[in-house]
């Protein structure tokens, strides 16, 4: 997953931090209503027309209700703590740690990259996985990239559901992991069960490591939600447009 556009999409996400290059804004976006006559729930839920995206999201009060708890909880828990663990720790160490954890996720891009018929990408990943397990140290150091020149292709199972055809559902402001509907939910699910943190840890371990990343994520962070938080007239808006938006775009290419 593009772990930096994640991080922009903190939006009240606290625990959802996973990149490269932030997302440009978004372009105009214009909400379903049930007025529309060329809308239906039938559908795929999303669809352009005229370079306009349409999102169907007749659970806005809720998901606003747990943007603001999302929020809350990363302005008032996660980045104070993600800021004394970036005081407390070198930067290099913490990039070594997200290598080491992006290392760990080598399958999730590999198996959906192979389910899309990508299979230079699945070969690739599968390259990097072996440069960086060995001469990267465990994934300490993104070797393949610095050295080959061999970088990470970005691909989920939430991708590979767009790529066959299956609707994105509702959208969705999941508690702590912020933006979502309802095939990247179950996406989700699936990507975590295809991540070797699952089966190398268990119970109380796995649950602190992945806040761990998270965290750790956070403090390489430069303010970026709060930089939205300060622009955006509707920071709940502007991130469920640039979501779905970059979702379209990550299926489409």
């Given at each position: 997953?593009?772990?930096?556009?994640?991080?922009?999409?903190?939006?009240?996400?606290?625990?959802?931090?996973?990149?490269?290059?932030?997302?440009?804004?978004?372009?105009?976006?214009?909400?379903?209503?049930?007025?529309?006559?060329?809308?239906?729930?039938?559908?795929?839920?999303l669809?352009?027309?005229?370079?306009?995206?349409?999102?169907?999201?007749p659970?806005?009060?809720?998901?606003?209700?747990i943007?603001?708890?999302?929020?809350?909880?990363?302005?008032?828990?996660?980045k104070?703590?993600a800021?004394g663990?970036?005081?407390?720790?070198?930067?290099?160490?913490?990039?070594?740690?997200?290598n080491?954890?992006?290392?760990?996720t080598?399958?999730?891009?590999?198996?959906?990259?192979?389910?899309?018929?990508?299979?230079?990408?699945?070969?690739?990943?599968?390259?990097?996985?072996?440069?960086?397990?060995t001469?990267?140290?465990?994934?300490?150091?993104?070797?393949?990239?610095?050295?080959?020149?061999?970088?990470?292709k970005?691909?989920?199972?939430?991708?590979?559901?767009?790529?066959?055809?299956?609707?994105?559902?509702w959208?969705?402001?999941?508690p702590?992991?912020?933006?979502?509907?309802?095939?990247?939910a179950?996406?989700?699910?699936a990507?975590?069960?295809l991540?070797?943190?699952?089966?190398?840890?268990?119970g109380?371990?796995?649950?602190?490591?992945?806040?761990?990343?998270?965290?750790?994520?956070?403090?390489?962070?430069?303010?970026?939600?709060?930089?939205?938080?300060?622009?955006?007239l509707?920071?709940?808006?502007?991130?469920?447009?640039a979501?779905?938006?970059?979702r379209?775009?990550?299926?489409?290419?």
């Amino acid at each position: 997953m593009n772990r930096l556009f994640v991080l922009l999409m903190l939006l009240a996400c606290p625990l959802l931090a996973s990149g490269e290059e932030p997302v440009p804004a978004p372009a105009e976006t214009v909400e379903a209503s049930g007025d529309d006559e060329d809308f239906s729930d039938d559908d795929a839920f999303l669809y352009e027309e005229d370079d306009e995206i349409f999102i169907s999201d007749p659970l806005e009060p809720l998901n606003r209700g747990i943007f603001w708890f999302n929020d809350k909880l990363y302005f008032y828990l996660f980045k104070p703590v993600a800021r004394g663990y970036r005081w407390a720790v070198p930067e290099p160490w913490r990039i070594s740690v997200q290598n080491v954890f992006s290392n760990l996720t080598t399958p999730v891009r590999f198996v959906n990259a192979g389910l899309q018929g990508k299979f230079g990408d699945a070969g690739n990943e599968l390259t990097r996985f072996a440069v960086n397990t060995t001469l990267g140290i465990g994934g300490l150091f993104d070797t393949a990239k610095d050295h080959f020149d061999i970088r990470k292709k970005d691909e989920d199972t939430g991708q590979t559901l767009g790529y066959y055809g299956v609707g994105t559902g509702w959208y969705l402001v999941l508690p702590l992991l912020g933006p979502s509907n309802v095939r990247d939910a179950v996406g989700l699910l699936a990507d975590s069960r295809l991540n070797l943190l699952y089966y190398l840890t268990e119970g109380r371990t796995y649950w602190a490591l992945v806040a761990y990343d998270k965290v750790n994520y956070l403090s390489l962070d430069k303010d970026t939600y709060e930089g939205i938080k300060r622009d955006a007239l509707d920071p709940y808006l502007f991130i469920r447009d640039a979501f779905v938006q970059y979702r379209q775009n990550k299926i489409e290419n």
